[in-house]
């Protein structure tokens, strides 16, 4: 089965400095979709940003991108220009493309931003 | 559109009481997801159907609990007896699997609260 880890619990920055999360995953898929989530206080889960396995380029949204590692099966995500509504708990999410439609979460990093 | 709707958004009941919770998906969306989102297990699906038909129920906890989904816009959860520690957040999603994303979209949420 496949297993998503974040390994922190929590990341401060400051207003317009630069954050990085990390997130590891472990699978013997080749093919595969990751994504971060962003769930702010309200709770209510928002997609950031996607990333298929398949394509080497590192997606990006505006200030979010991803530095997607395949070999090393690492997917962290740096928000850049932090703002004060990037406070939020973050998921990483990992689906396999061929075997159901399913989400397996991490543990998730909460975002503190300082003004 | 107006997104996953669900509801009730908060639910505070005595243990051995008949819960239900509610959700509509987004209309053309033909694939459901139930989470459940607790402090001890973080994010975990509980079940998802695909064309109302259930796909992957591994994660439903146990007989106590049961989901239906009648038709294409919804869908219930229902636990029966209730014990305090099916106190969670339970998440509704859809996507629609006409992507190689099928990104998932959330709903609010249902806080549960399980005396």
């Known amino acids: 089965a496949q297993t998503v880890t974040q390994s922190q619990p929590e990341m401060s920055v400051q207003e317009a400095e630069t954050v990085t999360l990390s997130c590891t995953y472990d699978t013997s898929e080749s093919d595969y979709y990751l994504f971060w989530y962003k769930q702010p206080p309200s709770r209510q889960m928002i997609l950031v940003i996607r990333?298929?396995?398949?394509?080497?380029q590192n997606a990006t949204e505006n200030r979010f991108s991803v530095n997607f590692q395949k070999a090393a099966k690492s997917f962290s995500l740096k928000i850049s220009d932090s703002q004060l509504g990037d406070a939020a708990m973050y998921f990483c999410a990992y689906r396999s493309a061929r075997a159901g439609n399913k989400l397996t979460f991490g543990g998730g990093t909460r975002v503190l931003v300082k003004p | 559109d107006a997104g996953v709707i669900q509801s009730p958004r908060h639910e505070v009941t005595e243990m051995g009481q008949e819960v239900t919770l509610r959700c509509k998906p987004i209309?053309?969306?033909?694939?459901l997801f139930w989470y459940r989102q607790t402090m001890m297990r973080g994010l975990e699906l509980l079940i998802y159907f695909n064309n109302n038909v259930p796909i992957d129920d591994s994660g439903m906890p146990e007989d106590r609990f049961s989901a239906k989904m009648p038709n294409a816009s919804f869908s219930t959860l229902k636990i029966q007896p209730s014990e305090p520690r099916d106190s969670a957040v339970y998440f509704c999603?859809?996507?629609?699997?006409?992507?190689?994303?099928?990104?998932?979209?959330f709903g609010p949420g249902t806080r549960l609260t399980v005396l």
């Open positions: 990333q298929e396995a398949y394509k080497q």
């Open positions: 209309s053309g969306h033909n694939s």
């Open positions: 999603a859809s996507s629609q699997d006409r992507s190689s994303y099928n990104e998932q979209f």
